[in-house]
Nanobody, 120 residues
Framework: QVQLVESGGGLVHPGGSLTLSCAAS????????MGWYRQAPGKLREAVAT???????NYTGSVKGRFTISRDNAKNTVYLQMNSLKPEDTAVYYC??????????????WGQGTQVTVSS
């Protein structure tokens, strides 16, 4: 199994910044893509940013130029630097990792979520 633990959420004013972290642990053989997703009240969960094992990243249009995803493969950790935050960024942010363990094939694993609230 793989466990994902997120941290870094909180309350921030519009225009402010936050950095989310997600650390993976467990019987990991290899981690492939990692990503951040978010779900606002009454809305479907959406992909915010993803990054593959070579560092290639993709962003949803509404966060391009404001958010930056990165990863530290040695620490099995993915980060999301969020700048110029807007009220519409308010959501629960989830980390996802596609990983292979020593006993299972490639599987998607999810973190428990961390709340990000952007409000004045």
């Amino acid at each position: 199994q793989v466990q994902l633990v997120e941290s870094g959420g909180g309350l921030v004013h519009p225009g402010g910044s936050l950095t989310l972290s997600c650390a993976a642990s467990g019987s990991i053989f290899r981690i492939y893509a990692m990503g951040w997703y978010r779900q606002a009240p009454g809305k479907l969960r959406e992909a915010v940013a993803t990054i593959d094992s070579s560092g290639d990243s993709n962003y949803t249009g509404s966060v391009k130029g404001r958010f930056t995803i990165s990863r530290d493969n040695a620490k099995n950790t993915v980060y999301l630097q969020m700048n110029s935050l807007k009220p519409e960024d308010t959501a629960v942010y989830y980390c996802k990792a596609n990983a292979r363990t020593v006993v299972t094939g490639r599987t998607d694993y999810w973190g428990q979520g961390t709340q990000v609230t952007v409000s004045s």
